[in-house]
Each structure stands twice: as structure tokens, then as C-alpha cells.
């Protein structure tokens, strides 16, 4: 007997005692589709729960902006609390200067670092370097209470004073290891056989870099120049640790903000950053998609 003739009298003895008939072929495809559906659906309210509880409280933070009280009870609309932001927040838009400050440049030299570490460590062959690869994921393990202190105790042995500079550092060496992953990632992507190709054509190994590897990694370095750059601008407990007089930066002026109680002018403060932060990632968006399709 061949394996379809048994499967079909096994299939027939199981409905005959089972008490239920054989599907036909199109009832089958219906409760496949059926299934399908259904998985669809359940798909569909998972990521509406998870979009409503990430956004909602960016809407209510929003929504409490304009009202004219401090409080949580609506007392009207107002727009008293934007006025205040931009005409009576002079130490808010100092410290907001210093985290654009520091996150630009922290993210720059993270980038450039980051971004030739992957090359090289891609690129050559040497002794230790699985163990430099591992490493290098330490500070992203890490929690960032540890990485806080010890950056304190390490300025404080080699008699550094607290400030700006401490915090470009710190930031520069916890954002190094999201910037070398993301590198990384697009690398091990890249083929090499265009190298070979540029060399057989008589480039340069400098010429090789800045010509051909990094031009097509370019998608690659400017995501993680901007991850880099939302790391820095939302980091509180490293900069803790390491900020010095003058150096206050937007996420500690806001917790000194908030032990007092919750102002308004913060809720001000959200709705005009996520309005940029939507506006950049809107035109950046557009920018990396034109540099890939050019690729």
C-alpha cells in the first residue's frame, strides 16, 4: 500500500469514528485565511496597546501645556507657559545649550572613533582581536551607575576637574560601542570585493578608505551619529556623576526642576522638542533613504 493510500484510509477511519467529515479543499483554505485573520487581529491590538501606551503620556504632556493652571486640573487654555519658556528661562535654555553642545560633539568623535575601529577591526588581522571586539560591547552591558562612578573616581585620580569636558568624555566613551555595533553591522554587509577591485585599479589604502568603504557604510555612520546624539541629550545618571559648576546640563536642570514640583514650562519644553525631533526625523529620513537608493 503507498503512503497517499494509507493517509487517505487513515484520514477516513479517523472521521468515521470521530463522528466528523472529512474538509473538502476549499473548506480548508477557508480556515487557513480564517486563521490567518484571526492572528492578524490579534497582531493589529498588540500594536495598538503598545502605540497607545508609548504615546499617550507624549499626549498628555502636550495636552497639559496649555493649560493655564499648574496643576493637573484643566483650567482653561493658555499659552502663558510657552511665553515663559521663551522670554523667562534663561537657565533652561543655558542648559539646553550644554547638552547640544556636548551631544554634537560627543556624538562627532564617537563617530569618527567608532567608525574607524569597526574598519580597522574588519579590516586587519592581529593579535587579540576577538578580545578588543568583546570589550568594546563592555560599556553597552554595563549599568550606568557603574560606568558614572568610575568615570568620577578615574578624573578625580588623574586630577581633573569636573565640567564640560569631563561630560564630553564620558559621553564620547558610552556612546563608542552603540556607534562600533552599528558600523559593524553595515560592514559585515559591505563586499569586499569592491576593495579588491578599487586596489587592482591602483587606489591607495587611504584612498580605498575615504572613497569607497566609507562612502558605502555612509548610511550606517549617520544613523549611529544620531543615536548617538539622542543618547547624549537624554543621559541623567552618567552625567550625574561627572557634571561640575557651569556645566548643567538639560536632564539634570529638569530634575532639579521636578524635585520642586512638576512646572508646566517642562510640558512647553517636550511639546517644542518632540516637535523638532519630529521635523529632523522626518527630513533625515528622506536624506538617508536618497543617500541608500544612490548606493
Not at 202 to 217: D, H, W
Amino acid at each position: 500500500m503507498s503512503d497517499i493510500t494509507r493517509n487517505t484510509v487513515y484520514k477516513a477511519v479517523k472521521s468515521r469514528f470521530s463522528g466528523k467529515k472529512p474538509l473538502s479543499e476549499p473548506a480548508r483554505h477557508a480556515r487557513r485565511a480564517l486563521r490567518n485573520r484571526q492572528d492578524g487581529k490579534l497582531s493589529s491590538t498588540v500594536m495598538a496597546l503598545t502605540v497607545a501606551f508609548l504615546f499617550l503620556p507624549l499626549a498628555v504632556t502636550v495636552f497639559y501645556s496649555f493649560n493655564s493652571a499648574k496643576g493637573m486640573v484643566w483650567d482653561g487654555f493658555s499659552v502663558k507657559w510657552y511665553e515663559k519658556l521663551f522670554l523667562d528661562s534663561d537657565k533652561l535654555w543655558t542648559s539646553f545649550g550644554n547638552s547640544i553642545v556636548i551631544a554634537f560633539t560627543s556624538a562627532l568623535m564617537a563617530t569618527v572613533v567608532g567608525t574607524l575601529a569597526s574598519i580597522g577591526l574588519n579590516w586587519y588581522k592581529f593579535p587579540g582581536k576577538t578580545y578588543i571586539q568583546t570589550l568594546s560591547f563592555l560599556p553597552m552591558v554595563l549599568p550606568e551607575v557603574i560606568i558614572g562612578i568610575s568615570m568620577l573616581i578615574f578624573f578625580s585620580a588623574v586630577n581633573l576637574p569636573l565640567g564640560m569636558l569631563t561630560i564630553f568624555i564620558a559621553h564620547t566613551t558610552f556612546c563608542l560601542p552603540f556607534v562600533f555595533l552599528m558600523v559593524t553591522a553595515r560592514l559585515d554587509e559591505f563586499d569586499y570585493s569592491i576593495i579588491e577591485a578599487a586596489r587592482d585599479l591602483g587606489a591607495s589604502e587611504r584612498q580605498t578608505l575615504f572613497k569607497v568603504i566609507i562612502p558605502a557604510v555612509m548610511p550606517g555612520i549617520l544613523s549611529a551619529f544620531l543615536m548617538s546624539i539622542t543618547m547624549s541629550l537624554e543621559d541623567f545618571v552618567i552625567t550625574f556623576f561627572v557634571s561640575g559648576p557651569g556645566s548643567t546640563t538639560l536632564p539634570l536642570y529638569v530634575f532639579s526642576m521636578v524635585r520642586y514640583g512638576i512646572s508646566p514650562v517642562i510640558n512647553a519644553l517636550s511639546f517644542v522638542m518632540i516637535l523638532g525631533t519630529m521635523l529632523i526625523a522626518f527630513f533625515l529620513r528622506n536624506f538617508l533613504k536618497n543617500i541608500a537608493a544612490s548606493k
